[in-house]
Nanobody, 120 residues
Framework: QVQLVESGGGLVQAGGSLRLSCAGS????????VGWFRQAPRKEREFVAA????????DYADAVKGRFTVSRDNAKNNVDLQMNSLKPEDTAVYYC?????????????WGQGTQVTVSS
């Protein structure tokens, strides 16, 4: 079993930055790929970014490419999502998820989410 806890959300003005963290615990949590997803009000959850367990591979949704960066520190069981040049449309609850394979779709383990609000 893997437990995930997101932190770092908050309120920021458009053009600003936030850094989200996903702390993993449990058996071999550092050996999992991690994905970031978000869900805005009245919208379906969507893929944001993902990173392989080694950190050697990353993937980004077109909407965030060039603005968001995903990284990880396996010694600390932590995965970060650096979000720059934020836009009001980035407002959502952000979730991290972990699984054996880096994917844009399915992960067995999910955190509870952290709210990101970008004001115009």
């Amino acid at each position: 079993q893997v437990q995930l806890v997101e932190s770092g959300g908050g309120l920021v003005q458009a053009g600003g930055s936030l850094r989200l963290s996903c702390a993993g615990s449990g058996r071999t949590s550092s050996r999992y790929a991690v994905g970031w997803f978000r869900q805005a009000p009245r919208k379906e959850r969507e893929f944001v970014a993902a990173i392989s367990w080694s950190g050697g591979s990353t993937d980004y949704a077109d909407a965030v490419k060039g603005r968001f960066t995903v990284s990880r520190d396996n010694a600390k069981n932590n995965v970060d999502l650096q979000m720059n040049s934020l836009k009001p449309e980035d407002t959502a609850v952000y979730y991290c998820a972990a699984g054996a394979t880096m994917s844009r779709y399915r992960y067995p383990y999910w955190g509870q989410g952290t709210q990101v609000t970008v004001s115009s």
